[in-house]
């Protein structure tokens, strides 16, 4: 069974850190490229950062930039996505994508794009 589990949200204060991971299980995930994800509260799901299959290139929403980095380590099959700085608006759930067409430097920035998605995990920061 192809998978995708994220762990590592919770409640954190404003300022704050926090690691996701997301463990890819079923298949290899190292041609892929992956995205995260976010969904706050009665709003749409939207593009956090995504990396490239082999992790030399890389990308990330605006709001995020310079406080977020992906990386991943394809020998574990596992993504992850440090978030510092956290801000109240960062809460939302967070979910891990899997784009398995793009074997390339490209890093795809939409929903659509995106053939594998994971349960998501809840990030909840605190003023």
């Known amino acids: 069974q192809v998978q995708l589990v994220e762990s590592g949200g919770g409640l954190v204060q404003a300022g704050g850190s926090l690691r996701l991971s997301c463990a890819a299980s079923?298949?290899?995930?190292?041609?892929?490229?992956m995205g995260w994800f976010r969904q706050p509260p009665g709003k749409e799901r939207e593009f956090v950062a995504g990396?490239?299959?082999?992790?030399?290139?890389?990308y990330y929403a605006d709001s995020v930039k310079g406080r977020f980095t992906i990386s991943r380590d394809n020998a574990k099959n596992t993504v992850y996505l440090h978030m510092n700085s956290l801000k109240p608006e960062d809460t939302a759930v967070y979910y891990c994508?899997?784009?398995?067409?793009?074997?390339?430097?490209?890093?795809?920035?939409?929903?659509?794009?995106?053939?594998?998605w994971g349960q998501g995990t809840q990030v909840t920061v605190s003023s």
């Open positions: 994508a899997a784009d398995s067409v793009h074997y390339s430097d490209y890093v795809p920035l939409t929903v659509d794009e995106y053939d594998c």
């Open positions: 079923g298949r290899t995930f190292s041609t892929d490229a």
């Open positions: 990396i490239n299959w082999s992790g030399s290139n890389t």
